[in-house]
């Protein structure tokens, strides 16, 4: 009954037949992004905004990647990709985000709960359901222990959507074996990180950088990096550590600048004013990437048990750098094969001895280092944006007559436009 009532509204201007050998030889499928979007800080805006750019990259051509935005409120000069702001629990955007991405061939949605409106996000529901098209739904977290509503979404959005992709083999597995869902319709695809050429650690001549870098806030464990590093002291020559992000946006918002205050105060308790160095930029890509390659050693202190996808550790292991992290699932996954040292949780003294055997040995530290530049060579974006690009042809072909319909959409528009 859709596709007559489909064929009954357009076929007046493009016939089904001559739409569909069109759809063959026209440029690439058109792609409609939903996710937070720069300038927004965050790691989903980050993230989307880089696939976005790969996959251009990939098929030669930015034409077609489009982008609706989710916003608390509308900025003024958006990017020029953005076609459209969602303000998160307006039902009239919501409506008019819905008929944007209509006009493509594919919907491609970031998930995180608190990105979306209503209850743990539940709007993302609303959202897919009135796709008629094809669409992908990345998973940035796959909770172990969640709520029953939390659950409840995520199940939801796998049936709905026509392809769900999480971003570890862990959250793949948490999410096959916790959850009711179509295992079928799930499936792995690594976080992408614009990777650089990896540099040796060396702490001859110069003082080593530990650097720990992303929106800073309560959860993050500097607290402990902070008391490990303080550890430190005696080596010659004396280690940086360097805290590189600015305050989570929602932490500012609550407290202003009393949580990187307090972070402050600590390092001066400690007598680590020549160690500890906070630098409170938010960069793009390309700057973080040449911050990164100047470290000796990635630092992710994290106070999480449930993280199955991290864009840092992606980042750090994409620039060659020896990593040590506390045992949170993405890592334990990840730095198994020697990549990187794993400690406990809340462990100050283990983080210590940690960074202490790398800054003192560095033939380790070059072990870990060419092993993180092996794994990384898998996680470079163009090789990540590849993969999201045939996920896009196949679910194209899986529902042509979708697709031919949006083109036939495109197709009155132009006509009337004309």
């Known amino acids: 009954m859709l596709w007559l009532k489909a064929a009954k509204t357009y076929s007046p201007v493009v016939h089904i037949t001559e739409i569909l050998m069109r759809q063959s030889e026209t440029d690439p499928s058109s792609i409609g992004f939903v996710s937070t979007y720069p300038p927004t800080a965050c790691g989903l805006a980050t993230f989307t905004a880089a696939l976005r750019g790969a996959m251009a990259e990939g098929r030669g051509s930015e034409e077609g990647l489009e982008v609706v935005s989710l916003v608390e409120s509308r900025l003024e000069e958006p990017r020029s990709e953005v076609v459209l702001q969602h303000v998160n629990g307006d039902r009239s955007s919501l409506q008019q985000a819905v008929k944007e991405l209509n006009e493509h061939d594919v919907a491609i949605f970031q998930h995180e709960y608190g990105i979306y409106g209503g209850p743990d996000g539940a709007e993302v529901l609303d959202f897919i359901a009135e796709m008629e098209v094809p669409t992908i739904v990345?998973?940035?977290?796959?909770?172990?222990?969640?709520?029953?509503?939390?659950?409840?979404?995520?199940?939801?959005?796998?049936?709905?959507?026509?392809?769900?992709?999480?971003?570890s083999n862990t959250a793949l597995h948490r999410l096959r074996e916790h959850y009711d869902i179509d295992p079928?319709?799930?499936?792995?695809?690594?976080?992408?990180?614009?990777?650089g050429v990896a540099t040796p650690t060396d702490t001859t001549g110069r003082r080593p950088i530990i650097l720990t870098w992303g929106l800073i806030g309560p959860g993050k464990g500097l607290e402990i990096a902070i008391e490990a590093v303080g550890s430190l002291k005696d080596l010659r020559p004396l280690p940086r550590y360097v805290i590189l992000g600015k305050t989570h946006p929602k932490v500012q918002a609550a407290q202003g600048n009393a949580y990187l205050d307090g972070l402050k105060a600590k390092s001066h308790a400690l007598g680590l004013e020549d160690v500890v160095e906070y630098d409170s930029r938010y960069l793009d890509t390309g700057s973080l990437v040449s911050e990164i390659r100047q470290a000796d050693i990635a630092l992710l202190p994290y106070e999480s048990t449930e993280q199955v996808t991290s864009g840092v550790l992606v980042e750090a292991l994409a620039n060659g750098k020896p990593v040590v992290a506390t045992a949170f699932p993405h890592a334990i996954e990840m730095l198994g094969g020697g990549a990187g040292a794993l400690v406990a949780h809340s462990d100050a003294d283990g983080m210590a001895a940690a960074l202490r055997s790398l800054l003192s040995e560095p033939d380790m530290a070059a072990r870990m280092a060419t092993m993180a530049t092996s794994i990384g060579s898998t996680l470079q974006w163009p090789v990540v944006a590849d993969q999201y690009l045939s996920i896009v042809s196949t679910l194209v072909e899986r529902d042509p007559v979708a697709a031919a319909f949006t083109s036939g959409r495109r197709a009155v528009g132009l006509a009337k436009v004309g």
């Open 184 to 195: 079928d319709k799930v499936t792995m695809v690594p976080h992408g990180a614009m990777g």
């Open 138 to 167: 990345i998973l940035h977290t796959v909770l172990g222990k969640p709520t029953l509503r939390q659950k409840r979404i995520l199940e939801r959005i796998v049936d709905l959507a026509g392809q769900t992709v999480v971003m």
